[in-house]
């Protein structure tokens, strides 16, 4: 089955540690893309990649940090240098930034 | 700045009737408009896309219709049915550019 997978679906951090979620995509698409959901808000923009070796800084970077080694891959590390990390993540990905985005399961990361 | 606006209300209406749910935005010139669906705690899921040059667009039971006039589109769910509870989010997009801006959404309830 084609789609796009997240893992873990929930994160525990201590104050101070940096973590990594997992994005992982077999639809074989170029776009990628991280985001962050907290209650009452929309979806806020983390990082992009349009193609493999190239990110972007999306509205919220800050604390943040992404690699695109892989085409089908898309890791976003969470930094202890992020103030507020407790949410819900989401990775999508398009066939290219003018299509619809299809979305992971998302992981929800709380810090302790 | 960039706003997008949907109800934060609740909509509840009664199985058999048909659910509009509208998507305001300001201080934005999108190149096409996306519904999505979101059930609690799982990934958004693409439902319609529709272009500025676009009046109308159906998909099954769903219409959408964008007028750039007003910055306005209108989601509408016609015979619905409990099934179709969750929380829809508008999401618009600009030419050029990458970014796509999410609304935080508009939680359907549709009894029985």
């Known amino acids: 089955d084609g789609g796009i997978t997240q893992s873990p679906k929930y994160l525990f951090r201590k104050e101070g540690q940096n973590v990594t979620l997992s994005c992982e995509q077999n639809l074989n698409h170029d776009a990628m893309y991280w985001y962050r959901q907290d209650p009452g808000q929309g979806l806020r923009l983390i990082y992009y990649s349009q193609i493999v070796n190239d990110f972007q800084k999306g509205d919220i970077a800050e604390g943040y940090s992404v690699s695109r080694e892989k085409k089908e891959s898309f890791p976003l590390t969470v930094t202890s240098a992020q103030k507020n990390p407790t949410a819900f993540y989401l990775c999508a990905s398009s066939i290219d930034r003018d299509n619809e985005q299809f979305f992971g399961p998302g992981t929800r990361l709380t810090v302790l | 700045s960039q706003k997008i606006e949907q109800n934060s209300e609740a909509l509840n209406i009664q199985e058999g009737k048909t659910a509009t749910l509208t998507c305001n935005y300001t201080?934005?010139?999108?190149?096409?408009l996306q519904w999505y669906r979101q059930d609690p705690g799982r990934g958004p899921v693409f439902l319609l896309l529709?272009?500025?040059?676009?009046k109308e667009k159906r998909k099954e039971r769903l219409k959408v219709t964008f007028d750039t006039t007003l910055k306005q589109s209108l989601f509408h769910i016609t015979a619905s049915q409990p099934a179709d509870s969750a929380t829809y989010l508008c999401a618009l997009r600009g030419a050029g550019g990458f970014k796509t801006i999410f609304g935080a959404g508009t939680r359907l309830f549709v009894k029985a």
């Open positions: 201080n934005y010139s999108p190149a096409y």
């Open positions: 529709i272009r500025e040059n676009e």
